[in-house]
């Protein structure tokens, strides 16, 4: 089993920054990578952001050039850097881990958080 808990969220302006938290405690050892999703009311869950114990990372077309996320390899925690906020960034943010599944069959493919909130203001 793999615990996964997200920080950071709150209200900010359009412009401002904030940095969201992904901690994650169990099984870690079985972590290959780490991604950050958001679901905004009413809407899908999409993905923002994801990056490998390579440190190879992806985003969404949406966030490239503003979001930045970071990995500690060892301690299994994820970061996500939102710089330059905007009213349509305004979401539930989720924290998901990847399992390796041959290394680790008994576990789930992933895991998710509960989510952290974000709003921005106009």
């Known amino acids: 089993q793999v615990q996964v808990v997200e920080s950071g969220g709150g209200f900010v302006q359009a412009g401002g920054s904030l940095r969201l938290s992904c901690a994650t405690s169990?099984?870690?050892?079985?972590?290959?990578?780490m991604a950050w999703h958001r679901q905004a009311p009413g809407q899908e869950r999409v993905f923002v952001a994801g990056?490998?114990?390579?440190?190879?990372?992806r985003y969404s077309n949406s966030v490239k050039g503003r979001f930045t996320i970071s990995m500690d390899n060892a301690k299994k925690t994820a970061d996500l850097q939102m710089n330059n906020l905007k009213p349509e960034d305004t979401a539930d943010y989720y924290c998901?881990?990847?399992?390796?599944?041959?290394?680790?069959?008994?576990?789930?493919?992933?895991?998710w958080g509960r989510g952290t909130q974000v709003t921005v203001s106009s």
């Open positions: 990056i490998n114990t390579r440190q190879d990372t």
């Open positions: 998901t881990t990847i399992i390796d599944y041959f290394r680790c069959p008994a576990l789930l493919r992933d895991y």
């Open positions: 169990g099984d870690t050892g079985c972590i290959t990578d």
